[in-house]
């Protein structure tokens, strides 16, 4: 297949054993492009025959892989991220036409994949083990940290790049292979990409596999297979669950991110532009199609109106359209599916009794019939129960909703089974500590907003947002596996 990276090239094979091969039946699925609704690529539509022959070459790949030396490893990651930056415009333009990507999540992916690159590279050289004390005389502990062999990739549809890289990266770099089954949504970016970005580097046949399908058609497979040794899924609760169950079937490891209801805490002394300013990119930077994403406003009272008028102003503000024209600030969403769950959210907040500030419609694009660009919208008067606050609406909504104290917010906050990220602006930062503390969530940051990734610090959920942990040391733990060996260096005295 070529090496053209264009979404024009060729995308119509999967790329198993180092070669790039017709699904088992032939068939294709049509990748369409959000903005114009034209269709603008084909890819396989793989067989369980095709997801075995990826898993059999994975398990044969890895073992010669895991031998190979820290240094060999790394210059490979180091590689992929050259190869990444060298082609950085070529992504960008593919985000926009599969993800409905504006420019500025297209640029934002490239900067968190690479640092997940350079991230990834560090980890051949710091997969140490250790020696522990005895407490029998005579004896060493080893304790010897490795791969766990073949890691399953499953990645979602709204950042594709970069959630896939986080997982195929370290996975790779600690000497495993990959099996890596991207979004039908985002076949290309979030799997082909992978492949022919990794053809550029010295990485051997076999270490990572990529098979495009229907999760309905070839998900079960991928999930339960049994030479998988590690199962990474970002995506819904709902499928996550179903995807933990499998890789449990198999004492697999789940590494699962899972969905979000993520709050935007707004004390009484915030600075309330300072708050605007990162409420307008927290709520609506990629059509709030971001599981870290603000999904509840929850303001004090004393700064509720303020807050409110200047966020519906910067909303209505903001440049809406196609994801190809250059100012684009919210473009489409992914598809109908998603839009008209998120329309009927705001439909049923407002029926509920809420204000619709802005938005809350669709804004057509021309020449485009069904435009699936859904305008920033602002509800007020909300509260905690209304459909587009107590579900994870992902997309550029914003409920906002009063407190009065600090311990209303909080339980407002805690209302959700969600666990995934948030954030606190407050004036006096003890009182932003004391709420951020209380908050139950995995990740929480103050005087920011929750849209934040750092490959070198760790990054979680709890509750219905996952299990398991990403970045750095932390997903090093998911995908390595410790051995204890002890040597008994003098004879050594038994009961019997």
């Not at 350079?118 to 005579?138: C, D, F, Q, V």
């Not at 449990?248 to 707004?266: D, I, K, R, T």
């Not at 603000?294 to 109106?305: L, P, T």
């Not at 903001?318 to 769950?341: C, F, K, M, N, Y």
Request: glycine share 8%; proline share 5%.
């Amino acid at each position: 297949m070529s090496t053209d990276l264009s979404i024009d090239a060729d995308w119509s094979a999967q790329y198993i054993d180092g070669e790039w091969v017709a699904a088992g039946d032939d068939e294709t699925i049509a990748v369409e492009d959000p903005s114009t609704r034209e269709v603008v690529a084909e890819v396989p539509s793989a067989t369980e025959g095709d997801v075995d022959a990826a898993y059999e070459a994975a398990a044969a790949a890895q073992e010669e892989w895991a031998e190979a030396p820290p240094a060999q490893r790394s210059a490979v990651i180091q590689q992929f991220l050259q190869a990444l930056q060298e082609h950085d415009e070529a992504v960008v333009d593919l985000l926009a036409h599969e993800a409905g990507g504006s420019a500025i999540m297209g640029e934002t992916s490239i900067q968190i994949a690479s640092d997940h690159a350079g991230e990834a590279a560090t980890l051949p050289r710091r997969m140490k083990g250790e020696h522990a004390e005895s407490n029998i005389p005579g004896k060493e502990n080893i304790v010897e940290r490795g791969p766990k062999g073949v890691v399953t990739v499953i990645s979602p549809w709204n950042f594709p790049l970069n959630l896939s890289a986080r997982a195929v990266l370290p996975a790779i770099a600690a000497g495993n292979s990959v099996v890596l089954k991207p979004s039908t949504n985002s076949p290309i970016t979030g799997g082909l990409l992978f492949a022919k970005l990794f053809e550029k580097t010295d990485l051997p046949e076999g270490v990572i596999n990529v098979v495009t399908g229907r999760g309905s058609e070839i998900g079960d497979r991928v999930a339960s297979h049994p030479e998988s040794d590690v199962v990474s899924f970002t995506g819904s609760t709902e499928v996550g669950q179903h995807v933990a169950g499998l890789a449990g079937e198999n004492l697999a490891v789940p590494a699962m991110e899972l969905g979000g209801n993520n709050a935007f805490v707004v004390a009484s002394d915030a600075d309330v532009d300072r708050a605007v300013d990162a409420a307008t990119f927290g709520s609506f930077v990629h059509q709030g199609q971001v599981c870290i994403s603000i999904n509840r406003h929850i303001v004090h009272e004393d700064v509720y109106d303020e807050y409110v008028a200047k966020l519906t102003e910067r909303a209505e503000a903001l440049a809406v359209g196609s994801a190809h024209e250059p100012d684009t600030v919210v473009g489409p969403i992914i598809d109908e599916s998603q839009r008209d769950e998120m329309l009927a959210y705001v439909e049923e907040t407002v029926d509920a009794g809420a204000t619709l500030e802005t938005g809350g419609e669709t804004a057509e694009i021309d020449g485009v019939d069904d435009s699936l660009v859904v305008r920033p919208t602002v509800l007020s008067d909300v509260t905690n129960d209304m459909a587009a606050a107590c579900n994870e609406h992902f997309g550029p909504i914003a409920p906002v909703i009063p407190f009065s104290d600090v311990d209303e917010a909080v339980a407002i906050a805690n209302d959700t089974e969600y666990g995934l990220s948030g954030a606190v602006h407050a004036g006096d930062l003890s009182v932003a500590k004391e709420i951020a503390g209380r908050m139950e969530t995995g990740n929480v940051h103050i005087n920011d907003q929750p849209i934040n990734d750092e490959a070198h610090v760790p990054f979680s959920g709890i509750g219905a947002s996952g299990v398991g942990e990403y970045n750095s040391d932390a997903f090093l733990r998911e995908i390595t596996e410790t051995k204890w060996i002890s040597i008994q260096h003098e004879p050594r005295e038994y009961p019997i």
